[in-house]
């Protein structure tokens, strides 16, 4: 099965300084996903890889920014980090049109 | 737009058989899947329905899929303690972004 590893495990940083929360893949899924989990929430879509092509959601903060510089590689930079963005982020990645999605284990984002 | 709902806790004694359901809206998802979340973890997917299927066994799970009313469930039978956790289901299209419940937590008393 595929290996979406993600680091730290968790993160603490502080009220409006810049964090990068890093998620990498081992089996060239060309679809890569952030989610954002707050606690007893559902997992809500921040944006999402086709190859290169980025896509955002229409409801994601603009300062919540994402950078894939290879297939393997994905990341997610918090630019000005509020309270309110504490929270579990979760990668995905999923190959093509495979219907299966896998996750890693999250980083568990603090706000100080 | 897509909207998937859950209850949102359920109590079973070990060894019953445990039944979450789950209702959707989107009448084009192509599939929908549980994922299994423990405590701090991310999700791990537990099984998943193809729309075209109405029932899929894998071991102790069994998903039930009734496409007419929208409604997806998934049996956990000899429930152990350690499937307690948070089941989320989740419905979406083959290299679509997927739409999630807001997950049922599963308690399992000894």
């Known amino acids: 099965d595929a290996m979406v590893i993600q680091n730290p495990r968790y993160q603490v940083t502080q009220f409006g300084k810049p964090v990068t929360l890093s998620c990498s893949q081992t089996l060239n899924h060309n679809v890569m996903y952030w989610y954002q989990q707050k606690s007893s929430q559902a997992p809500k879509l921040l944006f999402h890889?086709?190859?290169?092509?980025?896509?955002n959601e229409a409801d994601t903060p603009d300062n919540f920014q994402s950078r894939r510089p290879n297939t393997s590689f994905c990341f997610l930079d918090i630019r000005s980090p509020g309270l309110g963005d504490a929270a579990m982020y979760l990668c995905?990645?999923?190959?093509?049109?495979?219907?299966?999605?896998?996750f890693g284990s999250g980083t568990q984002l603090s706000v100080l | 737009g897509e909207d998937v709902e859950q209850s949102l806790f359920l109590s079973v004694r070990e060894g019953d058989s445990s039944v979450i359901n789950c209702t959707y809206t989107d009448s084009s998802s192509t599939y929908l899947y549980w994922y299994k979340q423990e405590p701090g973890a991310g999700l791990q997917l537990l099984t998943y329905i193809f729309s075209n299927m109405d029932m899929k066994q894998d071991q102790r799970l069994t998903v039930l899929l009734n496409k007419k009313d929208k409604h997806l469930s998934l049996r956990i039978a000899d429930t152990q303690t350690g499937d307690s956790a948070i089941y989320f289901c989740?419905?979406?299209?083959?290299?679509?972004?997927?739409?999630f419940g807001g997950g049922t937590r599963v308690l399992v008393k000894p």
């Open positions: 989740a419905e979406g299209a083959a290299g679509n972004k997927l739409t």
């Open positions: 890889y086709y190859d290169k092509d980025f896509n």
């Open positions: 995905a990645g999923r190959n093509g049109l495979q219907e299966k999605l896998f």
